[in-house]
């Protein structure tokens, strides 16, 4: 099925340093989502895009909702060690309770 | 905020066992659920959409006589793995919405792992 593409699938930081990650589609979506993973844990939310050109924050975390809602990207500032773990993003074409399309996932690494 | 409880968080059992999980939204109501499958260093793979009080949307390849999905209220969801196999050994992770423009949110997962 329909991926979005995340790359590169791993990325090592610097603890403090920011980091800013990418999701592009070659479809438009209609709400854009950036969940996190820890090993063993399901997703959680990160931060939740509904529309095009939205820029949205949750503390240390920064979103966008691409203009051609065909991308979005995450940037995390001031890096710290439980930042850990896997950045997938998501989109949906229609309202709240319709499937999510999943990247694959990129895995961050922070060294302290 | 809104909390989707996984049960059991991992299983081990013998092959031919039928297993059952349960997946439910603890402060709301879930109009919809959709089980996912996730194989190591993947990402998540929709099984099916479980909508309430109707019959489970598959995706194409997922045998729907071998996972079965009840969602008979607004708040459970179950997957039941039957006559389990080694191949079935996966973490299997569900996500529940209200609908109203809330996004969607995942359960912990369950690691199932057939001998």
């Known amino acids: 099925g329909q991926q979005l593409n995340q790359s590169p699938q791993s990325m090592f930081i610097q603890e403090g340093e920011d980091v800013s990650m990418n999701c592009t589609s070659s479809s438009i979506f209609n709400t854009w989502l950036w969940y996190k993973q820890d090993p063993g844990e399901g997703p959680v939310l990160l931060i939740a895009?509904?529309?095009?050109?939205e820029l949205t924050s949750n503390g240390r975390l920064t979103a966008q909702f691409g203009i051609t809602r065909k991308d979005s990207f995450l940037n995390i500032s001031a890096s710290i060690p439980s930042d850990v773990g896997i950045y997938f993003c998501a989109g949906q074409k229609t309202g709240a309770n319709s499937k999510l399309t999943f990247g694959k996932g990129i895995t961050l690494s922070v060294r302290p | 905020g809104a909390v989707v409880s996984q049960h059991p968080s991992r299983v081990i059992c013998k092959s031919g066992t039928s297993v059952k999980i349960e997946c439910r939204s603890l402060?709301?109501?879930?109009?919809?659920m959709f089980w996912y499958r996730q194989f190591p260093k993947k990402s998540l793979m929709l099984m099916a959409t479980s909508n309430e009080g109707s019959k489970a949307t598959y995706e194409q390849g997922v045998e729907k006589d071998k996972f079965l999905i009840n969602h008979a209220s607004l708040t459970l969801s179950t997957l039941t793995v039957t006559s389990a196999h080694p191949e079935d050994s996966s973490f299997y992770i569900c996500?529940?919405?209200?609908?109203?423009?809330?996004?969607?949110?995942f359960g912990d997962g369950t690691r199932l792992s057939i001998l």
């Open positions: 996500s529940a919405g209200s609908g109203g423009g809330q996004p969607q949110h």
């Open positions: 402060d709301f109501q879930a109009t919809t």
């Open positions: 895009l509904y529309k095009a050109g």
